[in-house]
């Protein structure tokens, strides 16, 4: 079986590791992968920093598009993948989450008939000005076999009209639908050991075991509105201030253009200048999942760091609305608090507090890869 997958965005970079591992050392007799890299993320620290820490196969194709209005860039991608997939002629591509980059995929192999394998199919925020809301809603509809890390996305597909009772072989009007668990948790497992060997990134920022608060920012909705971003830092200098609690923060390119855009002059001064508050370029994986693993709680608007913060038990404290991890708070280890000052430091009070919270395995059992793998070469 030959797949090509798509890669463009950080986090894809990163589950795109898990596979390619699982490929290599379970399943190289069967399957061969072609990997093509979209460029939507290309500084160092967005993509190159992972292929050699995470040992992912260097792309057969660099599509080097870059970033751009959404048409745009969505449009470059979608010429560059239908060629590369009318060239090498793939039995499957290979979709992950929901950025541009797998919106892009899944037009140009849709309108070729090659079979879509999406996987974290199913999530939903329901909540359709979010621009990865309508990317994994169209993927989702043009899939072959709909990988979803969790029961929850498994119903979501359900109340869309999808079946799990459908019988291979599967095409795009008779998909596959399994929960086969989180890809990421299968990364987490995998290297959560090795990085508190290889990396030093709380001595190179000069922190404590857990006396920080790891955050991280780069939701559109939250970065591209003023008052939204001027309140998020609002509340985190508040919490530093009246908890006496030090910060982390790995900064997005797109959060650091926008702090000096729209925050106001004297927070902005503030935010940079405080000695509790260490912003820092965006860092490896290895390095972040040891910042998550020793950090006294974990505030982000990101996908990938809640469920991090959920694997290491950590709390968390979501600047969002509504999310599409629901499981982690409904187990009470992580409160929705948008971009409302009051809510977060409501929520930072709570976890403050004696809590227990039970970290339930409810992402599987960190085979995410191999299952559906095997799930494609029946
Ligand atoms: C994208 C995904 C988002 C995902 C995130 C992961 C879409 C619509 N959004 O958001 O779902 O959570 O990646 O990090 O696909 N930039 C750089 N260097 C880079 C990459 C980006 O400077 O290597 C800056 C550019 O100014 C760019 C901005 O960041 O315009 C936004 O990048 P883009 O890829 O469009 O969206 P993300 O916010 O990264
Ligand atoms: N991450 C990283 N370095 C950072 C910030 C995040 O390696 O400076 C990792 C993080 O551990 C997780 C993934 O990037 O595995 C999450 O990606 P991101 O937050 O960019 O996107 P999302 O998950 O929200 O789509």
Request: include cysteine; charged fraction near 20%.
């Amino acid at each position: 079986i030959k797949l090509i997958t798509i890669i463009g965005a950080r986090p894809q970079i990163i589950k795109a590791s898990a596979l390619s591992r699982a490929i290599r050392t379970r399943f190289a007799h069967q399957i061969t992968e072609v990997l093509v890299h979209t460029g939507q993320h290309y500084d160092e620290n967005m993509s190159g920093v992972f292929f050699d820490e995470l040992a992912i196969p260097q792309p057969t194709y660099n599509l080097g598009v870059g970033s751009g209005n959404h048409g745009e860039q969505t449009g470059r991608m979608i010429k560059g993948i239908e060629e590369i997939v009318l060239t090498e002629r793939p039995d499957f591509i290979v979709l992950y989450g929901d950025t541009n980059s797998t919106l892009a995929g899944a037009i140009a192999a849709s309108k070729v008939y090659v079979p879509i394998v999406h996987i974290e199919a199913g999530l939903r925020s329901y909540n359709k000005t979010m621009p990865e809301e309508i990317n994994r809603v169209l993927t989702d509809h043009v899939s072959t076999y709909l990988f979803s890390p969790t029961q929850t996305g498994v119903n979501n597909l359900i109340r869309e009209g999808f079946r799990t009772d459908n019988q291979p072989p599967y095409t795009i009007d008779n998909p596959g639908v399994f929960n086969v668990g989180d890809i990421m948790y299968d990364n987490t497992l995998y290297f959560a050991g090795l990085a508190k060997q290889k990396t030093y990134i709380l001595e190179r920022l000069g922190v404590q075991p857990e006396t920080y608060v790891l955050v991280t920012l780069h939701r559109n909705a939250n970065t591209d509105d003023a008052s939204r971003l001027n309140s998020i830092f609002d509340a985190l200098l508040i919490l530093v201030e009246k908890y006496r609690i030090n910060l982390v923060m790995p900064l997005h390119p797109r959060t650091l253009k926008q702090m000096s855009a729209l925050l106001s002059p004297e927070l902005h001064q503030s935010i940079s200048t405080h000695p509790a508050i260490q912003l820092c370029p965006p860092v490896s994986y290895l390095e972040m999942i040891v910042l998550e693993q020793h950090a006294k709680l974990i505030i982000t608007d990101s996908g990938g760091v809640q469920k991090e913060a959920y694997f290491f038990k950590k709390p968390c404290i979501i600047l969002r609305a509504e999310t599409e991890w629901v499981e982690i708070v409904d187990q009470g280890a992580a409160v929705l608090c948008d971009a409302d000052p009051n809510q977060i430091l409501q929520a930072f009070q709570f976890f403050e507090g004696p809590t227990s919270i039970t970290f339930n395995p409810i992402y599987g059992e960190g085979d995410a890869a191999a299952q559906l793998l095997n799930l494609l070469i029946l």
